[in-house]
């Protein structure tokens, strides 16, 4: 069955809010397609689970994608960092932030 990324990028979302990311990972698999909001569900439904390397592992896979992570994704990363309490990685997704310029954006959504 092929899907469209709207509803993969939904459905990946409803598993995500369920804990059911073994499910969620097989629905965003079944197309070769991906866009930033698909890659940045799958990235915040594993922060969500704090499986922050699986998040961290799933990031890199989407940059060597050639996709760009937005505000959206660094934040779930970030907020994941701060869960687990590591300050390194809450370091080194911060001056990404930084790299991408989406300091000023980060700054003004938690205002």
């Not at 993969?8 to 990311?21: D, H």
Request: one cysteine or more; hydrophobic letters at 45%.
């Amino acid at each position: 069955m092929r899907l469209n990324l709207v509803l993969k990028t939904a459905l990946v979302n409803m598993y995500s809010k369920c804990q059911k990311m073994e499910d969620a990972i097989k629905v965003s698999n079944q197309t070769p397609h991906y866009d930033v909001l698909l890659w940045t569900s799958v990235i915040s439904g594993f922060t969500q689970s704090l499986r922050v390397t699986d998040a961290i592992a799933a990031l890199h896979e989407m940059e060597l994608s050639g996709i760009v992570p937005n505000n959206f994704t660094y934040s779930s990363i970030l907020k994941a960092s701060s869960e687990i309490l590591s300050l390194e990685l809450g370091k080194q997704i911060h001056s990404r932030i930084i790299k991408a310029g989406l300091e000023m954006i980060l700054v003004q959504e938690v205002h």
